[in-house]
């Protein structure tokens, strides 16, 4: 009771230090917020900060907005141009230098970069005014923007720090507004939507009418069709009835690139729609049609020359009827293959796969604690090796995944992870202790008979004993092996995962089928329909 | 200062400072749309339950609701534009205990919505309530008196996404559910729209085009013969699929088609797989789309006919014969007659 009094005393001062800590800056800023455009990592990006003040900023007072040290890029040529600074909706003049009127703006450009606004001397700001800062290309106020700050390299939340001061550089308010860069899921997709669009005030086929505005009521619907009473039909100088425009039918165009020459499948909602080849430059086309108005999840996969399958590259977005839709930019990631598996340390890891000939393919092993990445160029048919020395890696286990990059813009995003271990080579493999070819309730009498000991056989990860890390590791391939029987969430050993195999799946829903019960936790539920779909080739 | 068994308590502190910190980290957000808003008695209420995968790619989604009971009757949900596709829990909806519950996916994940795609695209399904008073309050109690009803959605801890990873790994997930006053005013002036009634009433689209396929495996309904199919309606969604089994001699099928009721898994009853196999999806509105299994033309088809036709065959030229038969003896009689005639 002592304890928990103390425990609870104490939580009471450090929410207390915690709070006053925050007010121990006078005053901080509120409402703090930075809305960027995208949140990708590596790209350029316009930023939106808004704050409302809290202790008043005199006249050639300042704000200082510094985005996290190291991580983003200001370029050196972002100046006010670039720059809004609206004071309670009331766009505000920038230049080079403060004015009467004119605010001044001052860039420190780089990685370590800061924006300065030198409050005008004719204004000052008060206690409650609401301030909204937009840096990048979506500036407006006399000038339109066209330079941007570069979000960060690599993925995480990054602070924005945004400091006010008065004109003899007292620190006035403080606030910090975080954002988060992600890895671009979709790099490089361009949407391109043919077709008419309501409410543009052109009437297009399969529009009766466009009055400009997308609302009903009006004598033409918020899908741009007539309502009652109906206007008058135009009438052509002839006198005959101009001929309605050709409708433009409802279809989907999906383009990219794949690997030279291979078999490209294209879903719709996870059913097989089309299968089209790519060219030697790995360049595919697949137009779908037979679509209605909606939401639609559009896949492609591929399987390049060695039949390494690709990812599933999931699109999902709406289709408008009487529109063509065309996604370009699609960029299927390398495929990837290993030489082995385990390797003893300093043994020579052959990483290879195939991807868009002559593209940059970059590597990436993870291991515990830091990341190596290795870059090398495909070859004219879009072989790619890496013949990776495992010298700089610890024993254990490991990760590689790879992504391609046909020019700055162009570059794809990461496939499979695939998995391998280093180590001294192992006696027996994938703790199949009486190598009978499966890891079962057999191997594990084995590792009990040899608990304790330095059995070699059983010593999987070789520290010289057999004990729970051995016992891990027999863990481990005893589901892997158990997935074997039933690899890739194909129930039905067909080749393919689709809707047999969802069949089956359901059927066994429930249960603990070891073919459906794709991660072994005893029961085949939503985690092994999430695997079933990661898989899916339809 | 501390004592080292007072770390504990410093740990936790550091523990929420640094989820106070991150707390914004992503992470998926399961939201309901609208979220706030005043609906009046009888109004009907369209929720959409939306995701914002906040640049993850996820692929599956279990979804368990609660609503408030008394004043919210659940009385439809529409899968139509959801970004699910396959669904292994078909929504289902206890008025009484104020649940709502569904689970699908999407084959190959879904990561969001495509800068520059039109509309929103993150829909996983609308629910239907209709507004209504609680039993325990007049109508006159609720429109004069002090008392202010509420409606509430939440989603319930159990409700799960899991990352498109093929590990199923769960997603860190934030829920948003909603909150509605419930107004008793202006309940006689104005007539009350029902926008689902008009949403099918505009609906005039069947379910999209689907293959359902039939195959066997040894692990599943003993070996026999399975169909399997699954689609989607863009409008109202799908609301029930039928299969009819019909036999058939050759190119004739036989009798009418009996639809019977059937979920994406339907064990065939012809395990001869002679019957022509038809799946029906209808949608709320009651848009139809059939999609036919005819088997291919085999020996067994052909036998029946080819001895129907030998037996004709044979029977005709039984007859022929027969005809023929009874024409010549008089025809060869008169010859012969006249044979003889002229012999004698």
């Excluded at chain 1, 990445?373 to 495909?378: H, L, R, S």
């Excluded at chain 2, 199919?229 to 088609?257: C, H, P, W």
Aim: aromatic residues 10%; negative net charge.
């Amino acid at each position: 009771m002592e304890r928990f009094l103390k425990f609870l005393l104490f939580l009471i001062v450090f929410h207390f230090l915690l709070f006053s800590f925050n007010s121990a800056f006078a005053t901080s800023l509120i409402h703090v917020s930075d809305t960027i455009s995208s949140s990708w990592s590596n790209v350029g990006v316009d930023h939106e900060i808004r704050f409302t003040v809290t202790t008043a900023i005199p006249a050639s007072g300042k704000v200082v907005i510094t985005p996290e040290d190291g991580y983003f890029t200001i370029p050196s040529a972002l100046d006010y141009t670039d720059l809004d600074f609206i004071l309670n909706g009331v766009g505000k003049d920038l230049g080079s230098s403060p004015t009467g009127s004119v605010s001044g703006v001052e860039v420190t450009s780089g990685t370590s970069g800061k924006i300065t606004i030198t409050l005008a001397s004719g204004l000052s700001i008060a206690s409650g005014d609401e301030i909204l800062v937009r840096i990048g290309k979506n500036a407006v106020h006399q000038h339109t923007g066209d330079q941007q700050i570069t979000n960060p390299t690599v993925n995480g939340a990054y602070k924005i720090n945004i400091q006010t001061f008065d004109s003899s550089l007292n620190l006035l308010d403080r606030a910090d507004a975080m954002i988060a860069v992600l890895s671009p899921v979709n790099v490089g997709l361009k949407v391109e939507v043919i077709g008419p669009v309501c409410g543009n005030g052109v009437v297009e086929s399969g529009e009766q009418c466009d009055d400009g505005n997308t609302n009903s009521g009006d004598g033409c619907s918020a899908t741009c069709q007539t309502e009652a009473p109906p206007p008058p039909p135009p009438t052509a100088p002839g006198g005959a009835a101009p001929a309605p425009p050709p409708a433009v039918p409802t279809k989907v165009i999906l383009e990219g690139w794949a690997y030279p020459k291979s078999k490209v499948t294209a879903l719709k909602d996870g059913q097989i729609v089309k299968t089209v080849y790519a060219n030697s430059s790995a360049e595919f086309q697949a137009e779908i049609s037979n679509l209605t108005s909606g939401t639609y999840t559009f896949g492609v996969w591929s399987e390049d020359k060695d039949k390494r399958r690709s990812i599933t590259y999931s699109l999902t977005f709406y289709v408008r009827a009487d529109t063509t839709t065309k996604i370009s930019g699609i960029f299927l990631p390398p495929t990837i293959e290993l030489g082995k598996e385990a390797v003893a340390r300093g043994e020579i890891l052959d990483i290879f796969g195939q991807t868009v000939p002559k593209s940059e393919v970059e590597i990436r092993v993870y291991s515990p604690g830091e990341e190596i990445v290795k870059k090398i160029k495909a070859n004219e048919i879009g072989v790619w090796l890496l013949a990776f020395n495992t010298q700089p890696l610890e024993e254990g286990s490991h990760g590689v995944k790879a992504r391609s990059q046909i020019s700055e813009e162009t570059v794809s995003g990461f496939g499979h992870i695939l998995g391998f271990t280093i180590g001294k080579p192992l006696l027996c493999p994938m703790a199949d202790l009486n190598k009978d070819g499966r890891t079962d309730l057999l191997d594990f009498s084995l590792l009990m008979f040899y608990w304790g000991t330095s059995n070699s056989c059983a010593d999987q990860n070789q520290d010289g004993t057999v004990n729970l890390l051995d016992f891990s590791v027999m863990m481990y391939w005893w589901t892997e092996r158990v997935v074997e029987a039933c690899p890739r969430a194909d129930l039905n050993k067909d080749g393919r995962t689709n809707l047999f195999d969802f069949s089956m799946l359901l059927y066994w829903w429930g249960t603990n089928n070891a073919c459906a019960d794709q991660n072994q936790d005893g029961t085949v539920n939503l985690l092994d329909f999430s695997i079933m779909l990661y898989w899916w080739t339809g | 200062m501390f004592k080292q068994k007072d770390i504990f308590p410093i740990l936790i502190c550091v523990f929420s400072l640094s989820f106070l910190v991150f707390g914004s980290a992503k992470a998926a957000v399961l939201y309901l749309e609208p979220s706030t808003g005043e609906y009046r008695l009888g109004e009907t209420l369209i929720e959409k339950i939306r995701i914002d995968t906040e640049g993850e790619c996820i692929n599956v989604v279990g979804v368990d609701l609660n609503f408030s009971q008394d004043t919210l009757e659940a009385v439809d949900f529409s899968s139509g534009s959801s970004i699910l596709t396959l669904w292994v829990k078909t929504p289902y909806i206890d008025q009484e205990s104020g649940l709502i519950s569904f689970a699908g996916g999407v084959a190959g994940g879904y990561c969001g919505e495509i800068p520059g795609a039109l509309t929103e695209s993150n829909l996983l399904g609308r629910i239907i309530f209709k507004v209504k008073g609680r039993s325990d309050l007049t109508l006159e109690e609720g429109r004069f008196g002090e008392e202010q009803l509420w409606a509430r959605i939440k989603f319930l801890d159990s409700t799960q996404v899991f990352l498109n990873d093929g590990k199923g790994t769960p997603a860190r997930l934030t829920k948003k559910g909603a909150l509605f006053p419930i107004s008793f005013k202006e309940i006689i002036e104005e007539p009350l729209k029902d926008s689902w009634q008009e949403e099918i009433e505009k609906d005039n689209i069947p379910p999209e085009e689907f293959s359902p396929g039939i195959t066997k495996d040894p692990s599943v309904f003993n070996g026999k013969y399975f169909l399997s199919f699954s689609t989607t309606d863009k409008q109202t969604g799908v609301n029930y699929y039928e299969v009819a089994e019909q036999k058939r001699i050759a190119f004739m099928a036989l009798g009418e088609k009996v639809w019977e009721a059937a979920l994406t898994t339907y064990l065939l009853k012809d395990q001869g797989l002679r019957s022509i196999v038809a799946v029906k999806a209808v949608d709320k509105a009651g848009n139809e789309r059939i999609e036919v299994i005819t088997p291919k033309i085999g020996w067994q088809d052909v036998l029946p006919w080819a001895i129907l036709a030998l037996i004709i065959g044979l029977i005709s030229r039984w007859i022929v014969k027969k005809l023929k038969l009874k024409k010549t003896p008089k025809k060869s009689l008169r010859d012969l007659t006249g044979q003889e005639n002229e012999k004698f």
